[in-house]
């Protein structure tokens, strides 16, 4: 028995062996609820544990060689293979098949696993797309996860989610887990849930332990002043985010003329470079992370001192997705954002939450370093192509350019599982312009501004 919740021997010694000490908020409330047979929905931030919280009640119920029984649908490739790993660290004492199905592979290895499986973790459109030539079957599945549901249907898989829903046995049982409850998540609570359960955790952030502040810099020395925050100030573990595919690969190929080591992640990278990144941040091989919203989207990095903000989110919902990577668990942390002109539209539609209150500080002095950016070839991938042009910052060269066209995860190997959202993301990020008052220069101390 642990925190007054009874599992199964072989799950509370793979729990156990794990390192965990104690059950989070969510799965002291969701895994009860799981092991009676309930309707769950479980509102949670990434990183307060809810892949536990399903995870070991499902694997109580289920048998190996009964067929599919377990369909867990997520968003993001790098989430699908997070989910799959951690569900077999869980199931390590107990006999069962646990595969990854996603799109940007090859699809034939996976009829195979598909036949085998006991669970499947998959994104929308490469189920759909196996579920179309028949090739899985849901007719044993007894439990169906919905995981970071506001994300799936954010990227355009509502209509995919649906309809696989629908292929499923009417008497299953229905856990969905979401860190927002946007009318498309309510209306899928209404159509496919049965009396759910609900449950609203605590945020897992501290944020009397979080540092939030901006700095209003010029276009052409943004880069010069990530360089320096990272030279001088983040010696921890870091993320930065930026709006686009392009940006984060021009920005961490900047950052290694710089002398500093940065893994890229973005859908625009193969899944088996995409993997190596994410292993190696795991290493702790490389403590700088540059990625786009949708490919970190989920993904459980622990020990994170600071978040920064290349490009600003573009919602209050996005803002809080990024800075809820740091200052977990009683730990310290600080998110930065970079506001240049380009910004400003977007940053100031993320303070109209009144609950975020960031404090903008004076710019320190900082070398002014060359930026090379990189030129892309209509219709080519991510990447430097053609001759790269030297300009300091970005200037006027960030909201011009070819920038590559997101996909939906979904039909054909080559899809990238970044779906609508990244798409409408490079359209906007770089087209904005500031109207209106700009703000103030900023004092030598401190303050707390609402950058209206």
Do not use: W
Not at 373 to 401: I, M
């Amino acid at each position: 028995m642990i925190s007054g919740i009874h599992l199964q021997a072989e799950l509370k010694k793979a729990f156990e062996e794990m390192g965990y000490l104690e059950m989070t908020e969510i799965q002291q409330k969701a895994i009860p609820l799981i092991q009676h047979g309930k309707d769950v929905i479980g509102q949670s931030q990434t990183g307060s544990g809810k892949t536990a919280a399903f995870g070991f009640p499902i694997l109580e119920k289920i048998s190996h060689n009964a067929g599919l029984q377990v369909l867990i649908l997520v968003p993001t490739r790098e989430l699908c293979e997070q989910v799959s790993t951690e569900m077999r660290k869980f199931a390590k004492h107990k006999r069962m098949n646990i595969y990854a199905i996603y799109g940007g592979v090859s699809i034939n290895p996976q009829f195979g696993m598909i036949r085998q499986a006991d669970i499947v973790v998959g994104t929308p459109g490469r189920i759909l797309d196996h579920l179309e030539r028949g090739t899985i079957n849901f007719s044993k599945v007894k439990i169906l996860v919905l995981d970071e549901a506001d994300k799936m249907f954010e990227m355009g898989f509502v209509d995919d989610v649906s309809r696989i829903i629908s292929q499923t046995p009417r008497e299953r049982q229905t856990l969905l887990f979401s860190a927002t409850m946007s009318q498309q998540v309510h209306n899928v609570v209404k159509n496919y849930m049965k009396n759910p359960e609900k449950i609203k955790t605590q945020a897992y952030v501290e944020e009397s332990k979080m540092e939030q502040l901006f700095y209003s810099v010029p276009s052409r020395d943004k880069f010069s002043l990530l360089s320096h925050i990272l030279k001088h100030e983040a010696q921890g573990i870091t993320i930065i985010f930026c709006a686009t595919r392009n940006r984060v690969d021009v920005i961490s190929k900047n950052l290694y003329k710089q002398g500093i080591q940065a893994l890229s992640l973005h859908g625009g990278l193969s899944q088996n470079r995409r993997k190596q990144s994410i292993d190696a941040f795991h290493r702790g091989e490389v403590s700088v992370l540059v990625a786009s919203d949708v490919a970190a989207r989920g993904l459980d990095i622990k020990n994170v001192s600071h978040v920064i903000n290349y490009d600003s989110p573009k919602t209050s919902k996005e803002y809080i997705h990024r800075i809820g990577r740091t200052a977990r668990a009683g730990t310290e942390g600080k998110v930065i954002s970079l506001i240049a002109e380009q910004d400003h539209d977007n940053f100031r539609n993320v303070l109209s939450d009144r609950s975020i209150v960031v404090q903008q500080v004076q710019l320190p002095v900082f070398e002014k370093i060359s930026f090379v950016a990189g030129v892309r070839e209509p219709g080519r991938g991510g990447g430097f192509h053609g001759r790269p042009s030297y300009r300091r910052g970005y200037g006027s060269q960030s909201g011009r350019g070819s920038y590559g066209h997101g996909h939906r995860e979904s039909r054909g190997s080559s899809s990238d599982g970044e779906g609508r959202s990244e798409r409408s993301g490079e359209r906007s990020s770089h087209g904005s312009s500031y109207q209106g008052n700009r703000p103030r220069s900023s004092s030598s101390r401190p303050h707390e501004r609402r950058f209206r």
